[in-house]
């Protein structure tokens, strides 16, 4: 072979092996990229990992607002692979304050679940947060590395139900005289007496129903000559019709008015206070009687309607429309009825019954493993029997009691342990003789495992 031949042959040789590494290359890179690519490739969980997938909401009504009720619907699941079983938590939190604790049993690896909590809506901007596995403590109900992915938050911003008319009708003095006296708080007969007025008994009385049962009625008064008081007159408003239970019960709120044109003001009254409006202002001017300050009152209904600025900031934009639609005359006649429309609205009529107390509820649980079983061969890990936290709130006193007991507690606790149960009827009075009972019938956590094991046989 000449000199020039093995010059070809070398030439050949180095190009033949630059081909040879180039191919490798990109048959190594393409492998590597094939497996991410068509395998999908992602890491077996071997250890817990609860997780929030999703939370979606509905209400009952045609557009969320404070007759709404809204149901979360939160999906979870625990991301393990093994055929491990686990008991965990997920807890309800609105603007921060626990709602609801619900316990999560025999929850399968890899599979996904859904949690109901509801809702009664009240007005304003409002946040919701769901958590897994994570206590009001932040401690883990279940020991798992990944945490970031156990929490999530949604808001929602709920409109006021503003009422509707619905019908106008002219009633006798006796119907009014019926719904009026149905505010035993008021006392209207003695600030009409106290200023030489009665009912009038010769006058009908004008009643408008709204499109939730709830009505308001407005009679007129009349001197002991008989004749009427053109300035004068008494409004009622009844509220809630035919409910006996619950924190929206049947309610009367009635008021004595006075209407003075030419000062451009209007007084609205009952023995629980006295409301003024003038110059485009509502403003508490006298309050309740000291008794608010023994152990079992509440606020008036006229309190809190006065402290709740977004109520008053509605009803005197609404004041303020009557009068330019109307003129000064009958738009200051209209704010008596303004004010109990607006009352009913917001929800302050409930100072005059006493509502049953109620209360949030938190499961409480340990990571104490206190013994283990051996299920169709099988083990089974138990951890303390799980116990629960009510907060209590109350219509008329921060406190309750529990039935056979005499401490006034806020808050009762029932903690976990590895000893005894904690199933049960625990019923709670308030200061009005009401009662409310809360059951707990939640199983001990535990962990089914798939390692085997072997029974004991005892003979």
């Not at 009409?192 to 709830?214: V, W």
């Not at 407005?218 to 008989?226: F, L, R, S, Y």
Request: with cysteine.
């Amino acid at each position: 072979m000449n000199a020039m031949e093995k010059s070809i042959l070398k030439t050949f040789s180095v190009l033949l092996l630059l081909i040879v590494l180039a191919f490798g290359s990109a048959t190594i890179n393409s492998c590597q990229k094939n497996v991410g690519d068509i395998y999908d490739y992602v890491p077996t969980v071997l250890a817990p990992d609860f997780a929030i997938l999703n939370v979606d909401y509905s209400y009952d009504n045609d557009e969320l607002n404070t007759e709404s009720t809204v149901t979360f619907k939160v999906e979870y699941q625990n991301g393990e692979e093994t055929e491990n079983t686990y008991t965990s938590v997920l807890n309800f939190y609105v603007d921060g304050e626990m709602q609801e604790s619900a316990m999560l049993e025999d929850i399968a690896g890899n599979t996904g679940y859904e949690q109901l909590f509801e809702w009664e809506a009240l007005v304003g901007d409002h946040t919701f947060t769901f958590e897994i596995n994570i206590t009001s403590d932040g401690e883990q109900f279940v020991e798992e590395e990944n945490t970031a992915n156990n929490s999530t938050e949604t808001s929602l911003d709920v409109a006021v139900k503003e009422l509707v008319a619905v019908s106008e009708e002219d009633v006798s003095a006796d119907a009014a005289a019926d719904d009026i006296a149905a505010d035993t708080s008021a006392n209207v007969s003695g600030i009409l007496a106290g200023e030489g007025l009665t009912i009038s008994s010769t006058s009908k009385a004008k009643k408008t129903t709204y499109d939730n049962g709830s009505t308001i009625i407005a009679a007129a008064v009349e001197a002991a000559d008989g004749s009427i008081d053109s300035t004068s007159s008494v409004v009622v408003a009844t509220v809630n019709p035919g409910s006996a239970t619950g924190k929206k019960q049947q309610a009367s709120i009635a008021i004595v008015s006075k209407v003075d044109v030419e000062k451009k003001e209007v007084t609205m009254k009952n023995k629980t206070g006295t409301i003024k409006y003038k110059d485009g202002s509502l403003s508490l001017s006298s309050l309740k009687s000291a008794e608010k300050f023994t152990p079992c009152t509440e606020k008036s209904n006229i309190e809190l309607f006065v402290e709740d600025g977004n109520a008053v900031s509605a009803a005197e934009t609404k004041i303020g429309a009557s009068i330019d639609l109307n003129g000064l005359s009958s738009g200051l006649k209209a704010v008596p009825t303004i004010v109990l429309k607006v009352m009913a609205e917001y929800g302050h009529t409930q100072g005059n019954v006493d509502n049953p107390p109620t209360y949030t509820a938190e499961i409480i649980s340990s990571s104490q493993k206190c013994s283990e079983e051996c299920v169709n061969n099988k083990k089974v890990e138990l951890y303390a029997y799980p116990g629960f936290k009510l907060k209590f709130s109350d219509d008329r006193s921060q406190y309750v009691v529990l039935s056979g007991t005499s401490n006034q507690i806020g808050t009762y606790t029932k903690q976990a342990n590895c000893s005894a149960s904690n199933k049960g009827t625990y019923t709670f009075e308030d200061c009005g003789g009401n009662t409310v009972s809360y059951s707990f019938t939640k199983e001990r956590a535990k962990v089914a495992t798939n390692t085997s094991c072997i029974p004991d046989v005892h003979n």
